[in-house]
């Protein structure tokens, strides 16, 4: 069975940082492409953060350029999302996922190019 578990969300305030963690199992996931996208009561899913297989290219949202950070470590199978400068409007369920094709030099940017997906976590950012 592929799982993908995400971890590290909670309550902070506004400005302060969460480091989200999404732990893969069943298999490696080392040369795809991983993304984390939010959903927000009653809205759409949205794009947050993708990073190619091998690392080499990462890719964000407008909305969290220079804020937030998506990096992996494929020994442990792991992509993380460092969220820095939070504001409420960041506040939501944070989803993990993982693209199927191998080697793919980029990373897709909206959620119908993943595959499989965590069950989230959530991020709620208090003023």
């Known amino acids: 069975q592929v799982q993908l578990v995400e971890s590290g969300g909670g309550l902070v305030q506004a400005g302060g940082s969460l480091r989200l963690s999404c732990a893969a199992s069943?298999?490696?996931?080392?040369?795809?492409?991983m993304g984390w996208f939010l959903q927000a009561p009653g809205k759409e899913r949205e794009f947050v953060a993708a990073i190619s297989g091998n690392g080499g290219s990462t890719y964000y949202a407008d909305s969290v350029k220079g804020r937030f950070t998506i990096s992996r470590d494929n020994a442990k199978n792991t992509v993380y999302l460092q969220m820095n400068s939070l504001k409420p409007e960041d506040t939501a369920v944070y989803y993990c996922?993982?693209?199927?094709?191998?080697?793919?030099?980029?990373?897709?940017?909206?959620?119908?190019?993943?595959?499989?997906w965590g069950q989230g976590t959530q991020v709620t950012v208090s003023s």
């Open positions: 069943g298999r490696s996931f080392s040369s795809n492409a």
């Open positions: 996922a993982a693209n199927n094709l191998f080697r793919l030099t980029t990373a897709p940017m909206v959620p119908t190019g993943y595959r499989y």
